[in-house]
Nanobody, 115 residues
Framework: QVQLVESGGGLVQPGGSLRLSCVASGFTFRPTIMKWYRQAPGKERELVGFISRDGSTYYADSVKGRFTISRDNGKNTVFLQMNSLKPEDTAVYLC?????????WGRGTQVTVSS
């Protein structure tokens, strides 16, 4: 059974940093593309970025240069390092994987950027 569990969210001031984690289980983690999405209140879910099995990454323009995705294959974990956070980064951040013809989501972790 595929499971994704996010953690690391919280309240942070503008300009601050947070590091989110997503621990995966139930599938072979190493070769799998792992994605981060976010959903702000009243807005559609949007792709933040992803990391492929060779470590190459893609980022949405809105977070490029501020966010970094990495992975630890030995711990089946993908990370989202968020720096220079802005109020508009406030959202629930979710981990996503496509596996065996299905899309799986974690429950998400809330990130609030406010002074």
């Amino acid at each position: 059974q595929v499971q994704l569990v996010e953690s690391g969210g919280g309240l942070v001031q503008p300009g601050g940093s947070l590091r989110l984690s997503c621990v995966a289980s139930g599938f072979t983690f190493r070769p799998t593309i792992m994605k981060w999405y976010r959903q702000a209140p009243g807005k559609e879910r949007e792709l933040v970025g992803f990391i492929s099995r060779d470590g190459s990454t893609y980022y949405a323009d809105s977070v490029k240069g501020r966010f970094t995705i990495s992975r630890d294959n030995g711990k089946n974990t993908v990370f989202l390092q968020m720096n220079s956070l802005k109020p508009e980064d406030t959202a629930v951040y979710l981990c996503n994987v496509f596996q065996s013809g299905q899309v799986y989501w974690g429950r998400g972790t809330q990130v609030t950027v406010s002074s």
